[in-house]
Structure formats: structure tokens, C-alpha cells
């Protein structure tokens, strides 16, 4: 069984920074992919960082420049790093990581709220 538990999550002005952390447990071999993704109210959830096991990442148009991910393999953690948050960037965020294909775990969710 894997567990995923997140942390870092909060209320913060516009312009400021959070950290966000996701780290895993249980029985794990390797990890494929680390992603955030963020669900707001009322819109579908959305990708919004991946890194791979190589440290390719990729990033949703709408942060990049200000959002970086990054993970600690040895800790089985990946990590979002916000800067410039913005009001739009309130959300619930979640991480998701793969182990295989096919053999997805996520988070329970982390609230981020943006106030303006």
C-alpha cells in the first residue's frame, strides 16, 4: 500500500510564495512521474507540473515562470515551489505520482488560497 500525505498548503497575498511537499510511503520500487495537479471550484482538475525519474519537467502555461517542481528521490517527495501566486491560483492542490503504468496514487489535497 502507498500513502501520499501533503503539506505546505495556506492562505497568502497575492505576489507571495507558499511550498508545497507530497511525500510517499509504503511499499515503492521506483517512482515514474511526480505531477501537481489544482482543481478550483467549480472547474475540472488540472495539470500543473510534472517531473520525471530523468528530471524532465513540464508546466502548465499559466505558471510557468513562477511555479517550479522539483523531488528528493531519495525521500520519495516532490515539492512545488509558487512564487507570484496570483488570486487565480487559489485552489485545492494535489500530487500524483506513478509508479508503473496503470498504477496511479494521489494525495488527499492541499487548499492554496490566493487573496487579492
Known amino acids: 500500500q502507498v500513502q501520499l500525505v501533503e503539506s505546505g498548503g495556506g492562505l497568502v497575498q497575492a505576489g507571495g510564495s507558499l511550498r508545497l511537499s507530497c511525500a510517499a510511503s509504503?511499499?515503492?520500487?521506483?517512482?515514474?512521474?511526480m505531477d501537481w495537479y489544482r482543481q478550483a471550484p467549480g472547474k475540472q482538475r488540472e495539470l500543473v507540473a510534472t517531473?520525471?525519474?530523468?528530471?524532465?519537467?513540464n508546466y502548465a502555461d499559466s505558471v510557468k515562470g513562477r511555479f517550479t517542481i522539483s523531488r528528493d528521490n531519495a525521500k520519495n517527495t516532490v515539492y512545488l515551489q509558487m512564487n507570484s501566486l496570483k488570486p487565480e491560483d487559489t485552489a485545492v492542490y494535489y500530487c500524483?505520482?506513478?509508479?508503473?503504468?496503470?498504477?496511479?496514487?494521489w494525495g488527499q489535497g492541499t487548499q492554496v488560497t490566493v487573496s487579492s
Open positions: 500524483k505520482i506513478r509508479l508503473s503504468l496503470n498504477n496511479d496514487y
Open positions: 517531473i520525471t525519474n530523468f528530471g524532465s519537467t
Open positions: 509504503g511499499t515503492i520500487f521506483s517512482i515514474k512521474t
